[in-house]
C-alpha cells in the first residue's frame, strides 16, 4: 500500500530563514507526489507536484520540493520564509488504481515568525 | 483558476439526523472524491466517482455514506444518520484525469457539526 509520513508535527523558523518541511514516502513503483497547503478555515490549495525528470520542482509562492529516490523523501523548501507561509502543508501521493484517490501525510504546521 | 465549490460551508445538525452536503466540481472534470479532516487529524479519504459510480471507497464510507451526480453539475454527499463522531470539514475534489499528474482541485470544505 502507498503511504507518506510527515516526521515532524510542527516546524518553527525564524522570517528571512530557510525553511524544511520534510516527507517520506513508500510506493511500489514510480510515485506521483504533491504538496499542498492549508490555511486556516481554507481548503488545499496544491503547491507543486513531483511525476518525472527533474529532481528539483518548483512551485507556486516560491516553494519547492527535492525528489530523492534512494532516501524516498520529498522534502518541501523554502530559501527564506515569510510570516503569511505560516498554514498546515501535507505531502500526497496518488494512488494508481483507477479513481487515482491522494492518500495525505499527516500533515506539518509551519510557523514562521517575525 | 477554475474552482471547486461547496455549500454549506457550516452545517451543524443533530445527532441521527440526515445531511446532505453540496459540491460544484470544476465543469471539465470527470473524476470525483470526498475526503474529511477531524480537527486535528490528517485528510482522509472517503470515496471516489467516476463514470457515475464509485470506483473507490474507504472502510469509513459505510452504509450511512452515499453520493450521487443528481445533474451535470452538482455532486453530494449524504449521511443517512450522523453520529457524533461523523463532525469533521468535509472536502470536495475533482481532476480532470483519475491517474498520473493531475492534481486534484479542492473546495473549501464544509464543517460539519454533529450535536
Known amino acids: 500500500a502507498q503511504s507518506v509520513a510527515q516526521p515532524e508535527d510542527q516546524v518553527n523558523v525564524a522570517e528571512g530563514n530557510p525553511l524544511t518541511v520534510k516527507c517520506t514516502y513508500s510506493v511500489s513503483g514510480n510515485p506521483y507526489l504533491f504538496w499542498y497547503v492549508q490555511y486556516p478555515n481554507r481548503g488545499l490549495q496544491f503547491l507543486l507536484k513531483y511525476i518525472t525528470g527533474d529532481n528539483l520542482v518548483k512551485g507556486s509562492y516560491g516553494f519547492e520540493a527535492e525528489f530523492n529516490k534512494s532516501q524516498t523523501s520529498f522534502h518541501l523548501k523554502k530559501p527564506s520564509a515569510l510570516v503569511s507561509d505560516s498554514a498546515l502543508y501535507f505531502c500526497?501521493?496518488?494512488?494508481?488504481?483507477?479513481?487515482?484517490?491522494?492518500?495525505f501525510g499527516q500533515g506539518t504546521e509551519l510557523s514562521v515568525k517575525p | 483558476e477554475p474552482e471547486v465549490t461547496q455549500t454549506p460551508s457550516h452545517q451543524v445538525t443533530q445527532m441521527g439526523q440526515e445531511v446532505i452536503l453540496r459540491c460544484v466540481p470544476i465543469s471539465n472534470h470527470l473524476y470525483f472524491y470526498w475526503y474529511r479532516q477531524i480537527l486535528g487529524q490528517k485528510v482522509e479519504f472517503l470515496v471516489s466517482?467516476?463514470?457515475?459510480?464509485?470506483?473507490?471507497k474507504s472502510e469509513i464510507f459505510d452504509d450511512q455514506f452515499s453520493v450521487e451526480r443528481p445533474d451535470g453539475s452538482n455532486f453530494t454527499l449524504k449521511i443517512r444518520s450522523t453520529k457524533l463522531e461523523d463532525s469533521a470539514m468535509y472536502f470536495c475534489a475533482s481532476s480532470e484525469a483519475g491517474t498520473g499528474n493531475e492534481k486534484l482541485f479542492f473546495g473549501s470544505g464544509t464543517q460539519l457539526s454533529v450535536l
Open positions: 500526497a501521493v496518488r494512488d494508481y488504481n483507477q479513481g487515482g484517490k491522494l492518500i
Open positions: 466517482f467516476y463514470n457515475n459510480e464509485i470506483s473507490e
